[in-house]
């Protein structure tokens, strides 16, 4: 199944594209987005120049998924995700950190 999505390129430039929707992990959640934003660090994001060693630095995954902070609804759960269940409503952020998945 695919999903659309803000793809950041390797040259810095932004596109609408197709990805393949994720699978909730043990411990997450997948979230049907509903409202996605960018924040001061986007710029530096694109660049690469954000936290290096970090996913966002190092374009481990190309194209890198725009938008850590959303607010949407569950639509798959992992196991050890107690307290959420698949139609709640939630609101977060996606630490800029090595080990986060992609962006909303």
């Known amino acids: ?12 430039s ?7 929707r994720p699978e909730a992990k043990r411990g997450e959640v997948l979230v049907r987005v509903e409202y996605s934003a960018l924040d001061s660090a986007y710029e530096e994001v694109a660049s690469r120049t954000f936290i290096p060693g970090s996913l966002l630095h190092n374009l481990r995954a190309s194209p890198l998924v725009a938008g850590w902070h959303f607010s949407g609804t569950v639509e798959g759960t992992g196991d050890g995700t107690a307290g959420l269940k ?3 409503e939630v609101f977060g ?7 986060t998945r992609q962006g909303s």
């Open 1 to 12: 199944m695919m999903m659309k999505a803000v793809a950041l390129l390797k040259d810095g």
């Open 14 to 20: 932004a596109e609408i594209t197709d990805i393949a």
């Open 86 to 88: 698949v139609g709640d």
């Open 93 to 99: 952020h996606l630490q800029y950190h090595g080990s």
